[in-house]
């Protein structure tokens, strides 16, 4: 039986995890690449009217938000048990190493996302000169993933897979159809939960005005700043205790179903 080694610390989860997205089959940077190539075409290629109801932002700031809750809205996110089932096969019975793996590919998820958010919002903010709403977007930027990657997992814990050709996948299609429902719905779940995350932690965005449209709280732009401001951070940081506590939670409670699925290679 090979030997599964898994971190001492979360900062060597997050070196190992790192080398890990730029190794074969380099599933989070392919999936990263992809949604801004289709974010890019739908922002400038579709109407308005259609992209405000497909992506729920407008304004100045509305693009870089727009790219950090899509680009991490896909499987990296939300299969982090199937993906990576020899090492979660072993971090399962350590509540600790679990919970830095977790943390890990949500930081790795950060780091091939944010800084590009955010470069895309300084030129969007150096026109304009509105250093407060730059601010605000840029602690948005800093927040969200891990906002919602938390609670994003708990789609992997719940409905995980294993990446398999597709040829092999065909064949289990064949042998059990109700696998291809359950497949479909485990690739589709990200950009469902995730999208949605991110509303509930951008709320006091939705409800007092968006980056770029400061003179609708109350005439003050200040008083928007701090508002949604503090009220976002206070929100994300709700969804990330409820996020990685209740997926330590929920991986414990199906800790033998998760140990048969890694354990057969039949089941993807």
């Given at each position: 039986m090979?030997?599964?080694?898994?971190?001492?610390?979360?900062?060597?989860?997050?070196?190992?995890?790192?080398?890990?997205?730029?190794?074969?089959?380099?599933?989070?940077?392919?999936?990263?690449?992809?949604?801004?190539?289709?974010?890019?075409?739908g922002?400038?290629?579709?109407?308005?009217?259609?992209?405000?109801?497909?992506?729920?932002?407008?304004?100045?700031?509305?693009?870089?938000?727009?790219?950090?809750?899509w680009?991490?809205?896909?499987?990296?996110?939300?299969?982090?048990?199937?993906?990576?089932?020899?090492?979660?096969?072993v971090?399962?019975?350590?509540r600790s190493?679990?919970?830095?793996?977790?943390?890990?590919?949500?930081?790795?998820?950060?780091?091939?996302?944010?800084?590009?958010?955010?470069?895309?919002?300084?030129?969007?903010?150096?026109?304009?000169?509105?250093?407060?709403?730059?601010?605000?977007?840029?602690?948005?930027?800093?927040?969200?993933?891990?906002?919602?990657?938390?609670?994003?997992?708990?789609?992997?814990?719940?409905?995980?897979?294993?990446?398999?050709?597709?040829?092999?996948?065909?064949?289990?299609?064949?042998?059990?159809?109700?696998?291809?429902?359950?497949?479909?719905?485990?690739?589709?779940?990200?950009?469902?939960?995730?999208?949605?995350?991110?509303?509930?932690?951008?709320?006091?965005?939705?409800?007092?005005?968006?980056?770029?449209?400061?003179?609708?709280?109350?005439?003050?732009?200040?008083?928007?700043?701090?508002?949604?401001?503090?009220g976002?951070?206070?929100?994300?940081?709700?969804v990330?205790?409820?996020?990685?506590?209740?997926?330590?939670v929920?991986?414990?409670?199906?800790?033998?179903?998760?140990?048969?699925?890694?354990?057969?290679?039949?089941?993807?």
């Open positions: 090979e030997i599964v080694s898994l971190p001492k610390s979360l900062p060597e989860a997050v070196r190992e995890e790192f080398g890990r997205a730029f190794h074969d089959p380099f599933e989070a940077p392919i999936c990263i690449g992809i949604n801004v190539v289709l974010i890019a075409l922002w400038w290629l579709l109407p308005a009217f259609i992209t405000h109801w497909i992506f729920g932002y407008y304004g100045a700031h509305a693009l870089p938000l727009t790219l950090l809750s680009m991490v809205a896909d499987v990296p996110a939300t299969n982090v048990i199937g993906s990576d089932a020899r090492r979660m096969a971090a399962l019975r350590d190493t679990l919970l830095d793996l977790l943390v890990a590919k949500a930081i790795v998820l950060w780091l091939l996302t944010a800084p590009l958010c955010f470069v895309v919002d300084l030129s969007v903010s150096a026109p304009s000169g509105n250093i407060v709403i730059a601010c605000l977007t840029i602690v948005m930027i800093l927040f969200l993933p891990f906002a919602t990657l938390g609670m994003a997992t708990w789609v992997g814990i719940l409905v995980p897979y294993k990446p398999m050709p597709l040829r092999e996948r065909q064949r289990q299609v064949r042998k059990d159809p109700m696998r291809f429902l359950r497949w479909c719905g485990a690739i589709t779940a990200p950009y469902v939960v995730v999208p949605l995350l991110a509303k509930v932690c951008f709320f006091p965005v939705h409800k007092w005005g968006l980056p770029g449209d400061s003179h609708r709280v109350l005439g003050h732009p200040v008083a928007q700043f701090w508002g949604v401001m503090v976002s951070i206070a929100l994300a940081l709700i990330l205790i409820v996020g990685y506590r209740g997926a330590l929920l991986a414990a409670k199906r800790n033998q179903h998760l140990q048969e699925f890694l354990a057969d290679e039949e089941l993807g």
